[in-house]
């Protein structure tokens, strides 16, 4: 996983981003649900899903290198991938909270969504082919 290079203390906001955009939609599905619990576990990071008092800049701040604002957005469009779309209000938080890391070139916002997206598709690839033996 890539968010293996990241700080504790950068995965604990890359946890409270996603449980934070989880919510966007008003509804945490059990594929979001189910990433979050193995996000905080890998990790050892309190599941806690109440992040309504997030602090998003504060909690930006703490993402100082512009590979842990990549790896953090990346693992948010991976979130929002997980319950089989990339809704709406999932894509205006992402993209807002992109702007805010100064990850705001459209092309490459572009190449990791598709990056994220081909990393589903492998997975599902396999499993079908895995299924047909």
Do not use: C
Not at 27 to 34: D, R
Not at 53 to 64: G, R, T
Not at 105 to 122: I, K, S
């Amino acid at each position: 996983m890539f968010a293996d290079q990241l700080t504790q203390e950068q995965r604990q906001v890359v946890f409270d981003l996603a449980a934070n955009l989880a919510a966007a939609d008003n509804e945490v599905s059990p594929e979001e649900e189910q990433y979050l619990k193995d996000f905080s576990e890998a990790y050892a990071i309190d599941y806690d899903l109440d992040k309504s008092e997030l602090d998003i800049n504060v909690a930006l701040s703490k993402l100082d290198t512009k590979k842990s604002r990549i790896i953090t957005l990346q693992e948010l469009i991976k979130l929002s991938y997980k319950d089989g779309h990339f809704g709406k209000e999932e894509q205006d938080k992402v993209f807002l909270l992109a702007q805010k890391m100064g990850l705001n070139n459209t092309d490459f916002l572009m190449r990791v969504e598709a990056w994220v997206r081909q990393g589903f598709d492998w997975i599902y690839e396999g499993e079908q082919m895995l299924d047909g033996e």
